[in-house]
Nanobody, 115 residues
């Protein structure tokens, strides 16, 4: 079964950038849709972005033009480049893939946007 490990979170000032990484082991991500979700304190988890197997990206409206999802097939890694960060982007970000064995989640990485 696939295992997902995120990294790259941290504390950043408003307007700053971070790049999140999600490394997969146990299965290749190329064949599946991969996604990033986030959950802020006291709020429901929400989808941020997803990448189809044909590499077509999709974004929630609030991050369009600021976030970019991409895939590195060689290293079986998915990235989320986040720019022009806002305090409302503060959340735990998790990657997700639904492969032949079912849904899989990473442990999450904290992103805090604050001055």
């Amino acid at each position: 079964q696939v295992q997902l490990v995120e990294s790259g979170g941290g504390l950043v000032q408003p307007g700053g950038s971070l790049r999140l990484s999600c490394v997969a082991s146990g299965d290749t991500l190329d064949y599946y849709t991969v996604a990033w979700f986030r959950q802020a304190p006291g709020k429901k988890r929400e989808g941020v972005s997803c990448l189809k197997p044909d590499n077509r990206p999709h974004y929630r409206d609030s991050v369009k033009g600021r976030f970019t999802i991409s895939r590195d097939g060689t290293n079986n890694t998915v990235f989320l480049l986040m720019s022009s960060l806002k305090p409302e982007d503060t959340a735990v970000y998790s990657c997700y893939v639904d492969d032949a064995y079912g849904p899989h989640w990473g442990q999450g990485t904290q992103v805090t946007v604050s001055s």
